[in-house]
């Protein structure tokens, strides 16, 4: 025992100074996307290198191996919940993962999705497959390799799943999918055939950049966004980055004829960082510490972006304040027309700009897709008719090219094959979350509308935020909500929702 207890507290020593280390990458990766000059990029992906290559020498150690073997089989972690057992069953997963992918692969991937990057970009701007098709084949080739040296799970695609969802499968996904997809090609029908539309022209008024930045602020900081630990600035693509206890980073972009986007971007943004904001210092850089998976931390941005954000009760009590900071475009404009235009659902070919209806169908696509390609059931030649096909079967509507198709996400490029998914598990999460805090917290639609988010967000603190990787995602929302996952809320809450505001069923 006291020889485990020693392993133990030089291990988790060991891994907060390589967390700190891994630290000062975001920092400059923050700076990189914000303030940093043209100039600055190539000495800047030396530094990142040397950082990466530095944290990866630390971790993949033998010695971490010994004190974990030391302290697997001692009573120190017998209470298999117990912070001890948590922190050594996560950093054993991360150690067999790091320690099981032979270095030859790890260069050889970074290289090639390296390229491959910059391979998409060029291809994309053309609208040019064949251009890409040659890297994507390389990268997956790599993918595969990748997946047979970590051999974890039932097929090589859960293997890489398991990367950005720990424990989380292909059959669990599909099974859960397959009965959303089913519901949302129906209610996605039945709001076309409604006829009914909301006046855009509202959202799209003129909307200066500085009052924006200056409503958004104040949005953020009311549903519970600490700036005095954590910033806004302006990126071209949004994202929050979590430097450590005190300081968390958001950044967003700003459209001028848009309203919706830099505000919903910055809910989204401060979401993830409500999320960092509210994990165990204490517990800084170890599992007990740290986010459980992507899925999770995508359930928190959504729900603030869309549970809470694209809600009547939020706006209630919000517009009249967007009215006064936005005198010519809405001083004239009812909250019902203003609300029914920032949930406009509409077939489009870009993810990205989906509403919260279509969004999960992009997803099903991909995840269909990737899968394919993982098992040898398609042809990297063969991606473009068979997207543009099961588009058209979703979505009524064919891409005109394939920039506006297969070529429009980044992912495949940098080898996130397995990371689609965990877009639409965060929706789900989100909506049966969501459910359980309005059976816990009391009526949250009247708290909104008086601009109470403070019980909504201790909730989160309590419930999802300070129990670190105490659980893996799939057992924290049945801890939670008494309930396997299900897409049942997600499609409760659409078809309330948009069921109301279009009109049907
Ligand atoms: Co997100």
Redesign the pocket.
């Known amino acids: 025992m006291g020889d485990a207890k020693q392993a133990y507290d030089a291990l988790i020593t060991e891994v907060k100074q390589i967390a700190t280390l891994g630290s000062c990458a975001n920092v400059l990766g923050w700076d990189e996307q914000t303030y940093m000059p043209k100039g600055g990029v190539k000495h800047r992906s030396e530094q990142l290198a040397l950082l990466a290559g530095l944290t990866h020498e630390r971790f993949t150690c033998t010695q971490i191996g010994d004190w974990l073997a030391e302290v697997e089989g001692s009573d120190l972690v017998s209470d298999r919940l117990s912070v001890e057992a948590v922190n050594v069953r996560e950093l054993r997963q991360s150690y067999d993962r790091e320690t099981k992918l032979p270095k030859d692969l790890v260069q050889e991937l970074a290289r090639m999705t390296t390229i491959g990057q910059q391979a998409w970009a060029e291809a994309r701007s053309d609208s040019d497959f064949a251009a890409f098709q040659p890297h994507l084949e390389k990268i997956l080739d790599l993918k595969k390799k990748e997946a047979a040296a970590l051999g974890v799970g039932k097929t090589p695609y859960d293997a890489l799943l398991d990367e950005y969802e720990p424990g989380e499968t292909t059959d669990n996904l599909t099974n859960v999918f397959s009965a959303l997809r089913n519901e949302l090609v129906e209610l996605v029908g039945a709001i076309v055939d409604s006829g009914n539309k909301p006046n855009m022209d509202i959202v799209k008024r003129l909307y200066p950049k500085d009052k924006q930045a200056e409503f958004g602020q104040m949005v953020a900081s009311q549903i519970g966004f600490d700036f005095d630990c954590g910033r806004l600035d302006e990126t071209a693509h949004p994202f929050c980055s979590g430097f450590g206890p005190g300081d968390t980073r958001l950044t967003t972009r700003y459209d001028e004829h848009y309203f919706p986007q830099a505000l919903f971007g910055t809910m989204?943004e401060a979401g993830?960082g409500i999320y960092d904001q509210g994990l165990n210092a204490d517990y800084y850089g170890t599992p007990m510490g740290n986010s459980v998976s992507l899925g999770i931390h995508?359930s928190q941005?959504r729900m603030w972006e869309n549970f809470v954000g694209r809600s009547n009760a939020f706006w209630t009590h919000f517009f009249p304040k967007a009215q006064t900071t936005f005198p010519d475009a809405l001083g004239q404009v009812s909250q019902d027309d203003f609300y029914f235009a920032v949930n406009n659902v509409e077939a489009s070919f870009i993810r990205v700009e989906a509403d919260e209806v279509t969004y999960n169908l992009h997803i099903l696509l991909r995840f269909e897709m990737e899968q394919a390609l993982m098992n040898g059931g398609l042809n990297v030649a063969d991606v473009p008719g068979v997207w543009n096909e099961t588009f058209e079967k979703y979505f009524g509507i064919t891409p005109p090219d394939d920039a506006h198709g297969c070529l429009q996400d980044i992912h495949w490029s940098f080898g996130g094959i397995g990371y689609f998914p965990t877009y639409t598990l965060g929706n789900l999460y989100a909506a049966q979350l969501f459910e359980q805090a309005r059976d816990d917290v009391g009526d949250l639609d009247a708290q909104f509308a008086a601009g109470e988010f403070l019980p909504l967000k201790s909730w989160l603190n309590e419930k999802i935020h300070k129990p670190g990787q105490k659980y893996r995602a799939s057992e924290l929302v049945d801890v939670v909500t008494g309930k396997p996952l299900s897409h049942a809320p997600l499609i409760r809450h659409l078809k309330t929702k948009f069921g109301s505001l279009y009109g049907i069923g």
């Open positions: 989204h993830h995508e941005s």
